[in-house]
């Protein structure tokens, strides 16, 4: 991976998961803001509720994504570390990443498994299964477009 497309899968991430980069962070904060608004839209349209689920709904969905950011942080992070260390990748290094990428799933994974009798004190069982298929779909489509930013390992 060349230099540019390196800075490319950086800005990507950084832009989806967050930087630590003082001068940027304004400018992707608002980015960020701007998915999770639009994240939460996509929401409120596709799942119908009543007056009183959506009172109770929309508290613990906050309190998810909350959690589930710090999970995308962590990936943002090792997509980061993967993109400037690409070119001089070891053997160890890159199972480290494996590892660090298996780990940030199974928290993702057990995030929401956690939160799950959260969603189903608040919402019909079915409510939940929508919500967290849309979840899943809204994830997919990030880890689609996240797979087609990073190239394989040489």
Do not use: C, H
Not at 45 to 60: G, R, S, Y
Not at 85 to 102: F, G, M, P, S, V
Request: no cysteine; net charge positive; glycine share 4%.
């Amino acid at each position: 991976m060349n230099k540019t497309a390196a800075l490319g899968v950086i800005l990507a991430s950084m832009l989806v998961f967050g930087s630590s980069a003082n001068a940027q962070t304004s400018e992707i904060e608002v980015a960020r803001s701007a998915m999770a608004t639009e994240k939460k839209a996509i929401v409120a349209k596709n799942l119908p509720m009543t007056e009183d689920e959506a009172q109770a709904f929309w508290p613990v969905y906050n309190d998810y994504q909350l959690k589930l950011r710090k999970v995308n942080d962590r990936m943002g992070a090792l997509i980061k570390k993967f993109a400037t260390e690409y070119e001089t990748l070891t053997d160890e290094q890159a199972i480290d990443l494996i590892k660090e990428n298996q780990k940030i799933r199974d928290e993702r994974l057990g995030l929401a498994k956690k939160n799950l009798k959260q969603f189903q004190n608040v919402l019909p069982g079915k409510k939940v299964a929508r919500y967290y298929q849309m979840e899943s779909k809204l994830q997919a489509s990030l880890d689609y477009e996240l797979a087609k930013a990073i190239p394989l390992v040489e």
